[in-house]
């Protein structure tokens, strides 16, 4: 019996990478259909409906556990990616306190919650960040630690997925240091590189949103990278999974424990 083909949900899908996500499995040939979630009154929400089709849907539930959980349910998602995170600059704008707290950590939280209500687990498919460990330093990265946690201990079948430095000219948002770090960051890291440091190269070399939604896809659908995290070298290499279809109760994906 042929498995269903694959459902996305995606979180923060108004965002860099989330949007591109959208697109990506939007255009994968066996994905049935792909919701896309704006958070209501987000600046930028309008702007994905420009992505709405017969497969790509836009929704704007509330962020709160009882709406989310009858949204996922009426979806059913086999894959649900979280790709949600803000700014320091962009909370500020918005009056969000402790924004990584808040946003990465506390979302995902939510997210977890609404999903563990449905009948059928579905994937979590969560952008992480490299450098997220028990020993992280700075609120992001120790807020990103937390959160691959709590996808970790929440007993739904996951992907964690860490990324570079995320930019380059498609991004919107002007952010003037992470610029700054790109330019000099890359072509030392290219030089070495070329003397043999390739996992060096390709773990921290800097990210723009297609390649990290590629890779986010690609990873999302093999069951190879079932319950563990894909490093951003391992992300961004094209050949590594040969796509698998994803069904319910099998060696791809296991029920909840």
Sequence with gaps: ????????????????????????????????????????????????EALASDRVIVDRTPLEAGPLSAALKASNPSHVFVCHGTTAHRARLEDIQAPYLTVDLGLTRLVLEAAEALETPPRIVYLSAVGASPRARGAYLSARWQAEEA?????LPFTICRAP??????????????????????????ALGAVGLTRLRDRLSSMDATEAAEGLVRSAFHYMTINRVVESDELRRVG???????????RRDTPRH
């Design 1 to 48: 019996m042929e498995p269903p083909d694959p459902v996305a949900f995606v979180f923060g899908a108004t965002g860099y990478v989330g949007r591109a996500v959208v697109e990506v499995a939007a255009r994968t040939a066996d994905v049935a259909r792909v919701t896309a979630h704006a958070r209501p009154g987000s600046p930028r929400a309008d702007h994905l």
């Design 240 to 250: 590594v999974y040969e796509r698998e279809r994803w069904a319910p109760e099998s």
């Design 151 to 155: 996808v970790r201990s929440s007993g």
């Design 165 to 190: 430095l995320l930019g380059g000219p498609d991004r919107g948002e002007s952010r003037p240091l992470e610029t700054a770090a790109r330019i000099v960051a890359d072509p030392l890291l290219a």
